[in-house]
T-cell receptor, first 113, second 116 residues
Framework: QQPVQSPQAVILREGEDAVINCSSS?????VHWYRQKHGEAPVFLMI?????EQKGHEKISASFNEKKQQSSLYLTASQLSYSGTYFC??????????????FGTGTLLAVQP | GAGVSQSPRYKVAKRGQDVALRCDPI?????LFWYQQALGQGPEFLTY????????KSGLPSDRFFAERPEGSVSTLKIQRTQQEDSAVYLC??????????????FGDGTRLSIL
């Protein structure tokens, strides 16, 4: 029931790119992306509402394929500050939207100098 | 304050004791959520309030867990007769729109609960 993220962990050098995938077995209404650093609160990155929608935030963008029930987060020219654990959070269709987020399994991203 | 505030930041309790965790959401935010986060895992939904109404408590693991938001602002999560498996970080989040749907959730830093 929990969305599955891949990869589980990734190590990058500064300036490299990465893609994090989020896949659900259930129909999705929307997808949220958050980044959490150790011991800190999850920080909202972006929300995608429509199938095929793409959004961007600085050098971080995301796509949402409603038919495939998948979302991907794209990090380009990574910076040290991008390090952390990335979670997708999904709202599922239930004859309408649900209010709660079901978070994915998480992807640990480490950016090295 | 500007963000979601949770207290205490850390709580250590002996098994069997009752604990109360406080969440002060962003001013004006209608929706309030509680999540439980185990080490190395994503947050798991516990309960949701819209103003003072508790609209969803499907994630509360047992009847030892109780949450309230009597005046539609500050919320308290209470755990009675704590067990070791209750050890986790408890996160509170708020969002401004009434339904909470399609809204960013703003999280507090959480309360790290350790049951001895």
């Amino acid at each position: 029931q929990q969305p599955v993220q891949s990869p589980q962990a990734v190590i990058l050098r500064e300036g490299e790119d990465a893609v994090i995938n989020c896949s659900s077995s259930k129909a999705l209404y929307s997808v949220h992306w958050y980044r959490q650093k150790h011991g800190e609160a999850p920080v909202f990155l972006m929300i995608l509402l429509k199938g095929g929608e793409q959004k961007g935030h600085e050098k971080i963008s995301a796509s949402f394929n409603e038919k495939k029930q998948q979302s991907s987060l794209y990090l380009t020219a990574s910076q040290l500050s991008y390090s952390g654990t990335y979670f997708c959070g999904t709202e599922r269709r239930n004859g309408g939207a649900t209010n709660k987020l079901i978070f994915g399994t998480g992807t640990l991203l480490a950016v090295q100098p | 304050g500007a963000g979601v505030s949770q207290s205490p930041r850390y709580k250590v309790a002996k098994r069997g004791q009752d604990v109360a965790l406080r969440c002060d959401p962003i001013s004006g935010h209608v929706s309030l959520f509680w999540y439980q986060q185990a080490l190395g895992q994503g947050p798991e939904f516990l309960t949701y309030f819209q103003n003072e109404a508790q609209l969803d408590k499907s994630g509360l693991p047992s009847d030892r867990f109780f949450a309230e938001r009597p005046e539609g602002s500050v919320s308290t999560l209470k755990i009675q007769r704590t067990q070791q498996e209750d050890s986790a970080v408890y996160l509170c989040a708020s969002s401004w729109r009434g339904t909470g749907v399609n809204q960013p959730q703003h999280f507090g830093d959480g309360t790290r609960l350790s049951i001895l």
